[in-house]
Nanobody, 117 residues
Framework: QVQLVESGGGLGQAGGSLRVSCAAS????????MAWHRQAPGKQREVVAG???????TYADSVKGRFTVSTDNAKKMVYLQMNSLEPEDTADYYC???????????WGQGTQVTVSS
C-alpha cells in the first residue's frame, strides 16, 4: 500500500534553515506528482510546494525564493529545504502524492516545524 513517512523538521530559528524529508513506497514514485502541504494552528491547510514527474516545481507565494522542493527517484525520497525561516512557517508539514499538487490522493502523518523569533 501507499506509504509516505515524513521526518526532519523540529525547532528552528527565524532566519535559519530546516529540511523535512519524506520516504515514499507502494506506488510508482517516478510517475507521480509529489507535494508538501502545511497546516498552521487555527488555519486551513495550504500547498507549500510541488514537483511533477518531469521535475517541474511550483511554490506558494509565501515561500518562493526561500523553500526548495526536490526528489531523489532512486531513493524514492522527497525533500523540502526551508531557508530564511519565518515564525509564520510554523506548521505541521505533510508529504502528499497524487495527480497534482492540489489534488493529493495520499497523505503522510505529518511532521511539526516550529520557528522561533
Amino acid at each position: 500500500q501507499v506509504q509516505l513517512v515524513e521526518s526532519g523538521g523540529g525547532l528552528g530559528q527565524a532566519g535559519g534553515s530546516l529540511r523535512v524529508s519524506c520516504a515514499a513506497s507502494g506506488f510508482r514514485f517516478s510517475a507521480n506528482t509529489m507535494a508538501w502541504h502545511r497546516q498552521a494552528p487555527g488555519k486551513q491547510r495550504e500547498v507549500v510546494a510541488g514537483i511533477t514527474s518531469t521535475g517541474s516545481t511550483t511554490y506558494a507565494d509565501s515561500v518562493k525564493g526561500r523553500f526548495t522542493v526536490s526528489t531523489d527517484n532512486a531513493k524514492k525520497m522527497v525533500y523540502l529545504q526551508m531557508n530564511s525561516l519565518e515564525p509564520e512557517d510554523t506548521a505541521d508539514y505533510y508529504c502528499t502524492t497524487g495527480p497534482g499538487s492540489n489534488s493529493p490522493n495520499y497523505w503522510g502523518q505529518g511532521t511539526q516545524v516550529t520557528v522561533s523569533s
